[in-house]
């Protein structure tokens, strides 16, 4: 019995190790340019990083600076460095030593709180009754103080007291003069004789110090509200991993730079992917 042999079509060796060597090939250029596109990705997601953080603690800064009382702003070298000017365009130390910037903030969360709809009254109104006022006490109509109080205490010491500022009244070095004292009702008894009295007035609880310590940027808050004090111990990170940290102050205008580094797999400096943005406050 004859069995018939059929030939079929198939791949010769040759042609087999073609495939396999075009696959490769394929392959080899396919990772690496998934390779390229995740890495563009892990660059893009720590520049965002970066910028949001950057631009979370300016947005911090700028909503404080924003209350400062103008003549308060100074610079400092360390937490512990000589007091100068803002405003001043010669400096005792090279630009970049600078690593505090510190204010006298009016009391900015009372002034704009009320008490409930039905009593409408802010913290305090900001103007006085000069007529009816004195050197020692001031009568500042539509104010509520009680809600002043309250406040100062939840956000702070809670001692009750505080510091009003007159505009324009300096001392003989031309800083502006802090009059301390209490309030209930609408009146604001002084510790001590206010050299003059004026309609216009800002009650301030702290003063406020951005600074720079190591790597990261602190605010510091809840010290005495006089110009140029001290600085206390009560502090806020804003920001880790600052590179660079710049203000200046021209006129009424103050600029704030800020540089942060994220780092991308290794922590070492100098290796991540680094954002800066810069605010004017006026």
């Not at 002043?148 to 003989?172: C, E, M, R, S």
Request: proline share 2%.
């Amino acid at each position: 019995m004859m069995h018939s042999m059929k030939s079929r079509m198939a791949f010769s060796m040759l042609e087999l190790i073609f495939v396999i060597v075009i696959l490769g090939i394929v392959a080899s250029i396919g990772a690496e340019i998934i390779a390229k596109v995740y890495e563009s990705y892990i660059v893009q997601r720590a520049h965002h990083r970066a910028s949001i953080k950057t631009q979370l603690a300016l947005n911090q800064i700028t909503n404080r600076l924003r209350y400062a009382i103008p003549g308060t702003l100074v610079r400092r070298v360390g937490k512990t460095g000589t007091v100068e000017k803002l405003s001043d365009s010669t400096m005792a130390s090279n630009a970049d030593s600078y690593t505090v910037l510190q204010w006298v903030g009016y009391d900015g969360d009372s002034f704009e709180a009320i008490t409930s709809n039905a009593n409408r009254k802010p913290g305090w109104s900001g103007f006085c009754d000069i007529d009816a006022s004195s050197q020692t006490s001031l009568v500042t109509r539509g104010s509520n103080f009680t809600l002043t109080n309250a406040i100062q205490a939840n956000l702070g010491n809670g001692t009750g007291k505080f510091a009003i500022y007159f505009p324009g009244d300096l001392d003989g070095s031309d800083n502006p003069i802090a009059h301390f004292g209490t309030g209930a009702g609408e009146t604001i008894t002084l510790d001590t004789n206010a050299s003059r009295i004026v309609e216009r007035y800002k009650l301030a609880w702290t003063s406020y110090a951005l600074v720079v310590e190591g790597k990261d940027l602190y605010l510091y808050y809840n010290f005495s509200p006089t110009y140029g004090t001290a600085i206390g111990a009560t502090k806020s990170l804003l920001l880790k991993n600052v590179t660079n940290f710049k203000f200046e102050g021209r006129g009424q205008t103050t600029r704030v730079k800020i540089c942060v580094e994220e780092f991308i797999g290794s922590n070492t400096p100098g290796t991540g992917i680094a954002s800066c943005k810069e605010k004017a406050v006026f």
